[in-house]
């Protein structure tokens, strides 16, 4: 039989009866399925503003003991706006993605200063809102106001692409039309927000990326990649972009019982956050790496150093990358006076860089020098 790969949206749109019974399906199998989720108790819409940005690219059992420690610390938008920007990113250190952290302090601060605190009921005024896109702005006006706005995210985009057998690329501007076009299609009239969430868990527990689990599906008999037997092709993979090594090293350099911290600049991983001087290395003799590293910690922060000996490898991914990170000891020789280091460069006691916000790695190395901590070893995910 010949497959044909339709492309008008309007070939993809279920009719009245599907819909229907669609909706029913859905909001009977979410009433006795969906999680009991702790940004789901509230429909305060901070809340759920603070749940989907953390919700990004994160799975949900990581997100709760984040999502509940922050809006403990931060129980309103007020309280985020006034909150410096150090701790924001302290509370949200290990969950990555650190530019949403500060896209939410800037947008806090913004809601404040152009909406008197209050969270935005306007489509438009909510996007203009930084690291707001579409998908989360019509996911925060919808479970919080009931406001009919479609989403489209990772586990909606993958349950939709299968029900209506879209078999293109959902991320290509064909498929996102089309399937922008089918969940406005979908959306009932009343109780928008219960049925997005639903979209979601649905897409996220049972129409999984590999092996959806169809017989327990309650709307299996609706599907269309179901019936033609393409869940498997539906959606179409993504082109994996290859992996790439990459070596670096951290310097833990040591005076008068302090650690030499610096900051990262904008525009580079980890912006805001604190770090020991880290370099991707080139050499691959150990004398030339001693050579590299003593320049390279000179030229970032003015400070010579003593190199000392290799302290531990921490192995860990970061996008695209697969990084090896040697890290070494090393003595201050000369430089300028910790008073005049600047405001990016700092020197702490061990225990004083838990208060600063610190990338995975960089915590397992700060860690290490806190006595009676031992190695930390193993490997970080970004």
Same mark, same amino acid.
């Given at each position: 039989m010949t497959r044909i790969l339709r492309t008008d949206a309007e070939d993809f749109l279920p009719d009245a009866t599907w819909r229907r019974g669609f909706r029913r399906r859905l909001a009977a199998w979410f009433a006795r399925s969906a999680r009991d989720l702790p940004w789901r108790r509230t429909r305060d819409p901070y809340c759920v503003w603070v749940s989907e940005i953390m919700l990004q690219q994160t799975q949900v059992a990581t997100v709760k003991p984040y999502f509940e420690r922050f809006v403990r610390a931060f129980p309103t938008i007020e309280a985020l706006a006034a909150a410096d920007e150090q701790q924001v990113l302290r509370l949200w250190e290990g969950l990555g993605y650190y530019r949403r952290a500060r896209q939410l302090h800037e947008a806090a601060r913004a809601i404040v200063a152009e909406h008197g605190g209050r969270f935005p009921r306007d489509r438009e005024a909510v996007r203009r809102l930084p690291g707001i896109g579409r998908y989360t702005a019509g996911a925060i006006l919808s479970i919080a106001f009931d406001a009919r706005e479609p989403i489209l995210e990772a586990n909606s985009i993958r349950l939709l692409a299968r029900l209506v057998a879209y078999r293109g690329d959902p991320a290509s501007g064909e498929g996102g039309r089309i399937l922008w076009a089918v969940a406005e299609a979908v959306l009932p009239r009343t109780n928008v927000g219960a049925f997005n969430q639903a979209l979601m868990e649905l897409g996220s527990m049972v129409c999984v990326?590999? #092996?959806?689990?169809? !017989? %327990?599906?309650? &709307?299996?008999?609706?599907?269309?990649?179901r019936a033609a037997g393409l869940q498997a092709e539906i959606p179409a993979a993504k082109a994996k972009r290859p992996s790439e090594a990459r070596r670096e090293a951290a310097v833990l350099v040591?005076?008068?019982?302090?650690?030499?911290? *610096?900051?990262?600049? !904008? $525009?580079?991983?980890?912006?805001?956050?604190?770090?020991?001087?880290?370099?991707?290395?080139? #050499?691959?003799?150990?004398?030339?790496?001693?050579?590299?590293? *003593?320049? #390279?910690?000179?030229?970032?922060?003015?400070?010579?150093?003593?190199?000392?000996?290799?302290? %531990?490898?921490?192995?860990? $991914? *970061?996008?695209?990358?697969?990084?090896?990170?040697?890290?070494?000891?090393?003595?201050?020789?000369?430089?300028? @006076?910790?008073?005049?280091? $600047? @405001?990016? &460069?700092?020197?702490?006691?061990?225990? !004083?860089?838990?208060?600063? @916000?610190?990338?995975? %790695?960089?915590?397992?190395? #700060?860690?290490?020098?806190?006595?009676?901590?031992?190695?930390?070893? $193993?490997?970080?995910?970004?």
């Amino acid at each position: 039989m010949t497959r044909i790969l339709r492309t008008d949206a309007e070939d993809f749109l279920p009719d009245a009866t599907w819909r229907r019974g669609f909706r029913r399906r859905l909001a009977a199998w979410f009433a006795r399925s969906a999680r009991d989720l702790p940004w789901r108790r509230t429909r305060d819409p901070y809340c759920v503003w603070v749940s989907e940005i953390m919700l990004q690219q994160t799975q949900v059992a990581t997100v709760k003991p984040y999502f509940e420690r922050f809006v403990r610390a931060f129980p309103t938008i007020e309280a985020l706006a006034a909150a410096d920007e150090q701790q924001v990113l302290r509370l949200w250190e290990g969950l990555g993605y650190y530019r949403r952290a500060r896209q939410l302090h800037e947008a806090a601060r913004a809601i404040v200063a152009e909406h008197g605190g209050r969270f935005p009921r306007d489509r438009e005024a909510v996007r203009r809102l930084p690291g707001i896109g579409r998908y989360t702005a019509g996911a925060i006006l919808s479970i919080a106001f009931d406001a009919r706005e479609p989403i489209l995210e990772a586990n909606s985009i993958r349950l939709l692409a299968r029900l209506v057998a879209y078999r293109g690329d959902p991320a290509s501007g064909e498929g996102g039309r089309i399937l922008w076009a089918v969940a406005e299609a979908v959306l009932p009239r009343t109780n928008v927000g219960a049925f997005n969430q639903a979209l979601m868990e649905l897409g996220s527990m049972v129409c999984v990326p590999k #092996a959806p689990q169809c !017989e %327990t599906c309650p &709307v299996a008999v609706l599907c269309r990649a179901r019936a033609a037997g393409l869940q498997a092709e539906i959606p179409a993979a993504k082109a994996k972009r290859p992996s790439e090594a990459r070596r670096e090293a951290a310097v833990l350099v040591r005076r008068d019982g302090r650690v030499l911290v *610096v900051q990262r600049p !904008e $525009g580079q991983r980890w912006a805001g956050l604190w770090d020991f001087p880290r370099f991707e290395v080139h #050499a691959h003799d150990p004398a030339a790496i001693e050579r590299e590293l *003593v320049e #390279a910690v000179e030229r970032l922060t003015g400070v010579a150093i003593r190199f000392g000996g290799h302290r %531990t490898t921490l192995r860990h $991914g *970061v996008t695209r990358f697969r990084i090896t990170l040697d890290a070494y000891d090393a003595d201050y020789v000369s430089g300028p @006076p910790p008073k005049h280091a $600047g @405001p990016a &460069v700092q020197w702490l006691r061990p225990d !004083e860089l838990e208060h600063i @916000p610190l990338s995975t %790695t960089g915590r397992k190395l #700060a860690r290490l020098l806190v006595p009676d901590r031992g190695d930390p070893g $193993g490997s970080a995910q970004h």
